[in-house]
């Protein structure tokens, strides 16, 4: 449902913890540019929306890290037209370090 344009809360977000999750796994020795994300498969006609009708065909999300899934869904509500163009990389610039300090606090509240 399209409303006012405001900074995107949904790239806010993605872009939190996209954060959030690099510096986690960067903190316990793990690369987080090659972190395979993939969703099961929605088989044709699984919508839970359109059950029967959508997807037409099978639809596997997979991402080669969480960057490239933050971006993705940081550009959903803009390709969905909720957004603006604009308001996209607004809510990534509102909410990027975040998760970095996020990612300090868990560190230091198990004392690592």
Not at 2 to 30: M, N, Q, W
Not at 41 to 60: A, D, F, I, Y
């Amino acid at each position: 449902m399209p409303h006012a344009e405001y900074t995107s809360g949904s790239s806010c977000l993605f872009e939190a913890v996209k954060d959030y999750v690099e510096d986690y796994l960067t903190r316990i020795g793990l690369d987080s540019s090659s972190f395979t994300i993939e969703f099961p498969t929605v088989n044709t006609g699984q919508s839970k929306v359109e059950p029967g009708l959508t997807p037409r065909s099978p639809v596997t999300l997979r991402y080669d890290n969480i960057a490239e899934m933050a971006e993705a869904g940081s550009w959903s509500r803009f390709n969905g037209g909720m957004h603006f163009r604009d308001s996209v990389p607004a809510g990534q610039e509102l909410c990027s370090g975040i998760g970095n300090i996020a990612a300090s606090s868990t560190f230091a509240l198990i004392g690592m």
